[in-house]
């Protein structure tokens, strides 16, 4: 055998013959990271009433997060693409079994009983989706042809419905978006676009009617006018906005914000924490944390440049625009601008499978961004 059938079936494999000696990590990406967790530590510590329980339990999730992170990296890129198809079944199949014996919470049934910890598989697909469809568009010719873009859809359909259905009409517009964004990346050709456009337009009466619930019409009507009903359905986005108003420029101070610290903003600790943030640290605390998003995307979106193949391009442009998504649609629909659809703000807002969930893919970036190197020391 030559050696460079040996290194590529090494590689192959997914195992990194020189693992002992080379810890496969990102250090920009690293101190990025670093980095917000510990803005979301002191932010979570005034959103949650100075509730230690809440930060304790979050620098836990945190420390379990960068292990798994850690761990993702120094699998070689092929060994995430030949195994994309198991995780992406073990997620459905969690789905499923969420629909039968999952564990409820606000009306909406998401999670699984794991008896130490409860798991909620929504989280997962996010991840599992992109890999998915990055991995089978890699194996064919690329722009997609419109039979594998029907494919893609599927794919990326299923999971959707399975996570509105429970329902989580948030989680699922990410699952759909992660899947979108891979076959945009693939090259998909404007034709396709421009329908895939007119075809969403026109199915915006059928989901209205049938598809949507209730109260997310009701979340849709009051971004609209949320002065009709102060004290019920539009209670959220004016006080959320009322906090990020009275921030001003440099904010009112740590643990000092009232809307927050006098139980006014609902949901302080999740959804609505970018609102804490703003009262207390204002436009220049907003901004700050901006800045810190867009490096972070940055250095995602130079690793997806830098790809070495079809598939990390692929999946590191998907994590990257997913991301930025994920901030997007928070920061949208705290200041008022989208219907509140229950979207955490990654690494500041109190969460369990998000956060590990978010580790995740960003480990797989870090092996993305590392495989050049890997090949080198390999040979």
Not at 22 to 41: E, F, Q, R
Not at 213 to 222: G, I, M, P
Request: glycine letters at 10%; charged letters at 10%.
């Amino acid at each position: 055998m030559y050696r460079d059938d040996f290194v590529r079936r090494m590689q192959d494999s997914g195992i990194d013959r020189r693992r002992g000696r080379s810890l496969h990590i990102d250090l920009p990406l690293l101190a990025i990271l670093i980095t917000l967790c510990g803005v979301g530590l002191i932010v979570l510590y005034s959103a949650s009433g100075q509730n230690l329980f809440y930060v304790k339990r979050q620098a836990l999730l945190m420390l379990v997060g960068f292990g798994v992170m850690f761990g993702t990296a120094q699998f070689a890129v092929r060994f995430w693409q030949r195994w994309s198809i198991a995780l992406y079944m073990i997620g459905l199949f969690s789905l499923v079994i969420v629909l039968f014996f999952g564990v409820g919470a606000k009306g909406a049934q998401r999670w699984l009983d794991l008896g130490i910890t409860r798991f909620q598989p929504s989280e997962l697909m996010k991840v599992a989706v992109p890999l998915m469809v990055s991995a089978y568009l890699g194996r064919h010719y690329i722009p997609p042809t419109f039979k594998h873009v029907l494919i893609v859809l599927v794919i990326t359909i299923i999971p959707v419905l399975l996570v509105a259905r429970q329902p989580d009409l948030g989680t699922a517009i990410l699952i759909f978006a992660s899947g979108f964004f891979v076959i945009f990346l693939a090259g998909l050709r404007k034709r396709y676009l421009a329908t895939a456009f007119f075809l969403a337009l026109a199915a915006i009466p059928t989901l209205w009617i049938y598809v949507l619930h209730d109260y997310q019409k009701q979340r849709v009507l009051t971004l609209l006018s949320p002065q009709d009903d102060k004290l019920g359905a539009g209670w959220n986005i004016i006080q959320s906005t009322t906090a990020i108003g009275s921030g001003g420029w440099s904010g009112k101070g740590w643990t000092q914000g009232t809307q927050s610290q006098l139980n006014f903003l609902p949901e302080s600790h999740t959804d609505f924490i970018i609102a804490v943030l703003a009262e207390e640290f204002g436009f220049v605390g907003v901004l700050s944390l901006c800045a810190l998003y867009a490096l972070l995307i940055g250095r995602c979106m130079l690793i997806a440049i830098n790809s070495q193949s079809h598939f990390g391009h692929m999946i590191a442009g998907s994590l990257s625009l997913t991301f930025f998504t994920y901030i997007f649609v928070n920061m949208s629909m705290v200041s008022g601008i989208l219907p509140v659809v229950g979207v955490p703000l990654p690494f500041i807002s109190y969460g369990g499978t998000a956060i590990v969930t978010l580790f995740l893919g960003f480990g797989i970036l870090m092996a993305i961004s590392t495989e050049p190197r890997r090949i080198r020391t390999d040979l």
